[in-house]
DNA sequence: TACTAATACATGCAATTGCATCTAAATAGT
DNA sequence: ACTATTTAGATGCAATTGCATGTATTAGTA
């Protein structure tokens, strides 16, 4: 025997490593296009966007720092000092979370709803720019497929 | 009209959005599995990588600065300091280009080259592992095809 | 030639990230 | 109840990134 993995084939396909590569190359690429839209319009980055998405489609908007960590595969240690800048500019609430004196909750505050909506109109017009334009409807729809068996 | 942009609809289709978010997902999933393997086996990220495979398979096995950075899409700030830090390891050296007075060549050594080889073992099981095990080949070929279209 | 703009790369400084660790509180084991 | 573990979240510090700008050199233009 020449390897001492288990199931999986050693040597990716060239397929397999030109999807990876391909996959690298278009995030990077697609995710640089869309900041810099977000930049121009004077909004914060998708970070921001992404945990006041969550927040304000929880319950209640608001969600424990851990579930938003689950959500949106923030470290730890990343997300707590975001919170503090969210905090900071008063889109979200820090409040304490009586069941557990651990915990606490993240309340998202109506200037965090209107800065995610206005970031939204600016985001999907990005999105339909960077990624819709160059892929027909039932393309998309199939690389949303592919993309979801390594999710 | 509602719209100020030109050609492109201005609201991305489900389908277009759901791909990618997907996209995001999956690169930052795929992504941190594969710097974890190669962590775990003692070795530099992917940028190093990037940056010595380029310089590798370059003719002479040398680079302008300005040249890695186009096929890498690393920022020439970030390149100029990876360039310090691949230099401090000894994995490649800085020469002066003498058509130009502001140029460089970057030089990869032997040392960088048996790095690159050595981290390419353990990369290559890693795409095999958290991308071709996850996706038939033909599957894999079809999205590393519908990839290229956000090239 | 003298002057202005552009190109190639480097760097000071502030913001962000990663790592390790810390505190506080809840759970588990005895 | 008492100690050890685990969990939730925060934080000090070093490394990396982003932004703006700096330096040197070449190209363009009057």
Redesign the interface.
Known sequence: MSDN?D???????P??????????????????LIERDLKAAGLPGLGWYDVLWELSRAHGGRLRPFEIEERT?LAQYNLSRLIDRLEREGLVERQVFDDDGRGRWVLITEKGRALRSTMWDVY??A?????????P????????D??????
Chains 1, 2 share one sequence.
């Open positions: 993995e199931a999986p084939a050693p040597v990716p396909s397929h397999g490593t030109q999807a990876w590569i391909n996959l690298m190359r278009a995030q990077q690429r697609v995710l640089a595969l999907a017009k999105i339909a720019k960077h990624v819709g334009a160059r892929l409807d039932a393309g998309a729809a199939q690389l949303a592919l993309l979801s068996r390594l999710l």
